[in-house]
């Protein structure tokens, strides 16, 4: 979600079924600090076959850090790890990596419909 056509940022729920080919950029492009509710990304299911991306010329860290309170993650698949967004707040608990590479997130370890190996987060 690119945000800079939005003064107060873009906010995207995604939910099961539904499928985003590609990255997902995060953010406010061309701002020092994420800051507020700007660029809610909130994901109940579904699938990022990408990464969550940053604006290259932000500290990643900084960024992550200071996203995490608009990047809710609940369930869902991506095609790169989401675990540097998550904190307790987020309903993801389980996750099992794909031999595909894909990284599924579940909301507990019960709905892990998988025999591959299981990380609990």
Request: glycine share 12%; no cysteine; net charge negative.
């Amino acid at each position: 979600m690119l945000a800079t056509s939005y003064e107060t940022g873009a906010r995207v729920t995604m939910e099961d079924g539904v499928t985003i080919n590609g990255d997902v950029q995060l953010g406010l492009w061309g701002n020092a600090a994420y800051e507020g509710s700007e660029s809610v990304l909130t994901v109940n299911g579904g699938t990022i076959t990408g990464a969550l991306k940053l604006d290259p010329n932000t500290n990643e860290a900084e960024a992550i850090e200071a996203l995490k309170p608009n990047v809710t993650i609940n369930g869902g698949s991506f095609g790169s790890s989401v675990d540097a967004y998550l904190d307790e707040s987020d309903g993801a608990k389980a996750k099992v990596e794909q031999k595909d590479g894909m990284q599924t997130y579940y909301p507990s370890v019960t709905e892990v419909r998988s025999t591959r190996p299981l990380a609990i987060l």
